[in-house]
């Protein structure tokens, strides 16, 4: 079983940057999709980003495109979230996932069937 755990969370001021891991343990995300959520107060979760790792495509929803970069590193059990230009409105829990054998992320938009969830980390974002 995949185990997914974040890090890279604070509290920062807007216009400044984060860079959020999340990290697989024992297990190699080559084949997977991985998404990036995101939960604010009071607000149903968001799906904001995504990788297919197996061919590299990526998605971002409209609010964080041009701001966040979704990132899978070499040995490809570690997916990044570069946040730049953070907005109040980007505080949230931000959480990822991880679906199996998942391709073509920029199609399918990230609604993969997600088996894997990580705790979250908190991003707040002051003005």
């Known amino acids: 079983q995949v185990q997914l755990v974040e890090s890279g969370g604070g509290e920062v001021h807007a216009g400044s940057s984060l860079r959020l891991s999340c990290v697989a343990s024992?297990?190699?995300?080559?084949?997977?999709?991985v998404g990036w959520f995101r939960q604010a107060p009071g607000k149903d979760r968001v799906g904001i980003s995504c990788?297919?790792?197996?061919?590299?495509?990526?998605y971002y929803i409209d609010a964080v495109k041009g701001r966040f970069t979704i990132s899978t590193d070499n040995a490809k059990d570690t997916v990044f979230l570069q946040m730049d230009a953070l907005e109040p409105d980007d505080t949230a829990i931000y959480s990822c996932a991880a679906a199996p054998r998942a391709y073509n992320a920029a199609h399918i938009r990230c609604q993969f069937r997600y088996e894997y969830w990580g705790q979250g980390t908190q991003v707040t974002v002051s003005s």
């Open positions: 024992e297990y190699a995300l080559q084949y997977y999709a």
């Open positions: 990788i297919s790792n197996g061919d590299n495509s990526t």
